[in-house]
Structures are given as C-alpha cells and as structure tokens.
C-alpha cells in the first residue's frame, strides 16, 4: 500500500515506518521537525529511514492548508496513519497555541485531504489524556471523556469528535487509538524515562510529581507500533450493536472505531524509578513535589476491545523495555 505517515521524524512514527517498510509498503513520511525538542534527534531518527528505496520524506506542516490538500492530491494515498500533534500535557500550560495551530487546524487539513482523496481507511494517535478527571479504573472505551484536565487532552477529544463527524458525513473509516505513556528507546526527551535517565547519570535531582504517587501505564513503543499497524490493515466499520437510544461511547453506526492501546498493567511511579536505577547501576536523587496541573495521579488502559478486534496483547515487561533503553541512551549519548 501507498502510505501516508506524519510525525514520521518522532518516536513512534519512526518505529511504526520501519515496520511498514520491512513489510513491503511504500511510505510518505511527513514531519516539520519543528524545535519543541531537540532537533537532532529528529534528523537522527530520519537517517534511519532515508537509505529506504520505498521511503521518501516531505518536510510540512500539517497545518499548512494549501500544502497539505496538494500532498493529497498528488499522491493518492490508500491509507494515512496521523501521528504528528503538538505532544506534552505540561507544555500545553505554556503556548496553548500551539495545540489548535497543530492538534485542531492539522486533524482538520487531515480529515479533509482523506475525504477528496477518497483514503480507505485513516488511523490517528489520540490519548489517554481524554480520561482526564475520571477515576475509574482501568480506563475503558465505554466511559465518558467529558472532562478533560488540560488543553491537550482536550484537543485529543475533539480529534475523536472530529473523525467522527467525517465518518458519519462521507463514510470515511476513521480509528483513533489512544496511546498510554509510551516509552523505549529513541524516546521523547521532555518524557520522564529520558528525564530520569540523564539526570541520574549526571548526579542531578529528578523531580517526582504527587511525592511519587503516581501510576503510569507505561507501553514499549514496539507494542505501539505492532497494535497501530494491526490496526491500520483492519478498516473500521460501524457497530453492529450501535443502539442510539443508548448512546454509548465505544461503538457508533459510523465507520468509526476508538480504542485504548497500553499495557494494560499500571506500575507504581517509584516502582518505574528502581527500574531505571537497576539498569543503570546507580542510584537517583529524588525531589519530591505535588502534582501538577494537568496531570493525573493515575493511568490504567482496559485493552479489551483492541484485542478482540486485532488480536493486540503487548508482550514487553517494563525491566525489558527500560534496559533496552539504558543502551540506547549510552549508545547515542556516549556514555
């Protein structure tokens, strides 16, 4: 297939590319390697991608509207997998902006160039964030996501909101999928493994949010990229026991589909540190401070229903994925 994939220079559209490129797809990796983090690591991920004959890289904005209907129109992609936002809970306290500029304006231009093209199928990256206030647990498709508790999450929902209204509107087959605390290696340098993991080696403080209180589902991003591009090879369809008097969040008579995809097994944040500090031989300075706003004391994802749709079971414990990361930083860094 001909593939579209933006955010192609982050963390999980590099891996998730890499797969779609051993499998024999062609792929169109769309980024605007902005500088929300270092920009090196971005072209680093990209050189990993480039020597690939099926691989070709478009630097763009996704907001840019008149750049990305003619990208659509030129192509003809048969699928798009949608995973460049404005990412950070704790950044979107900082330049709101930002998130409609690239969360709202970009899903738009998204949602529009996958209509006139006539795209089978569009797969996007929403979040765990949308759960924000509820306190359920684990976190299941079926709850209400009214009540989000940072502007982040709150452009999350509506991506959700949006693809819906396109897959009722004019029947284009939309999946969200939303993601739970990600990690591995590559990973984002404003996320707490990478935080933690410089700090320590450098004899600094980490910083603990809640006074460490605090439960992350944390899922390798090589489960991520296998459970989206499962995904992405079965096309969303309406659901068949979709009841409108009985509205329920998880199911619609639209070509639309929502799932979690995580690790379905929350770790204990200070449990998640003792990790890191195994792997790395050393122990970590803690600075214990409250919660910040924005953010949860806890994640937990209800993976059910992805597995019976695609048969989605993550298989990598957090020992694995946090050593495997331990080498790639020393790897990269040098040290």
């Not at 490129?21 to 390697?33: F, I, K, Q, S, T």
């Not at 680093?44 to 509207?65: G, I, Q, Y």
């Not at 992405?232 to 979709?242: E, G, N, Q």
Request: a negative charge.
């Amino acid at each position: 297939m001909k593939i579209l994939l933006t955010g192609a220079a982050g963390f999980i559209g590099m891996t998730v590319v890499l797969r779609l490129l051993a499998r024999g797809d062609e792929v169109v990796g769309l980024d605007n390697l902005n500088d929300y983090y270092d920009v090196t690591l971005k072209e680093n991920r990209l050189k990993r991608l480039m020597p690939h004959a099926d691989f070709r890289f478009v630097k763009m904005d996704v907001s840019d509207r008149q750049g990305m209907a003619e990208l659509f129109a030129v192509e003809k992609f048969d699928r798009v997998i949608h995973l460049a936002a404005q990412a950070g809970v704790r950044y979107s306290l900082q330049n709101p902006h930002a998130y409609i500029d690239s969360n709202i304006v970009g899903f738009m231009n998204i949602l529009e160039g996958c209509r006139h093209a006539e795209v089978q199928h569009l797969v996007y990256a929403s979040s765990s964030s949308v759960y924000g206030g509820n306190t359920q647990m684990p976190f299941s498709e079926h709850d209400s996501v009214d009540h989000p508790v940072s502007l982040y999450a709150a452009t999350k929902k509506a991506n959700e909101l949006m693809a819906h209204t396109y897959s009722h509107l004019y029947d284009l087959p939309t999946t969200g999928l939303r993601f739970f605390t990600v990690y591995g290696p590559w990973g984002r340098p404003d996320m707490a493994l990478f935080l933690f993991t410089k700090a320590i080696l450098e004899g600094r403080p980490i910083d603990v949010f809640n006074h460490g209180n605090m439960r992350r589902d944390f899922t390798y991003v090589d489960d991520i990229a296998e459970g989206v591009i499962r995904v992405l090879d079965r096309i969303a369809t309406c659901s068949p026991d979709f009841d409108a008097l009985r509205a329920d969040p998880a199911t619609s008579n639209a070509p639309y589909r929502v799932f979690n995809i995580g690790n379905n097994n929350p770790v204990p944040l200070l449990d998640f540190i003792t990790c890191i500090e195994d792997a790395l031989g050393k122990k970590a300075k803690k600075h214990l401070l409250p919660l910040q706003d924005g953010d949860v004391p806890a994640t937990y994802a209800n993976t059910d229903a992805l597995n019976e749709w695609v048969g989605f079971v993550p298989g990598t414990r957090i020992e694995q994925g946090i050593g495997r990361f331990v080498v790639w930083y020393r790897d990269y860094y040098k040290i």
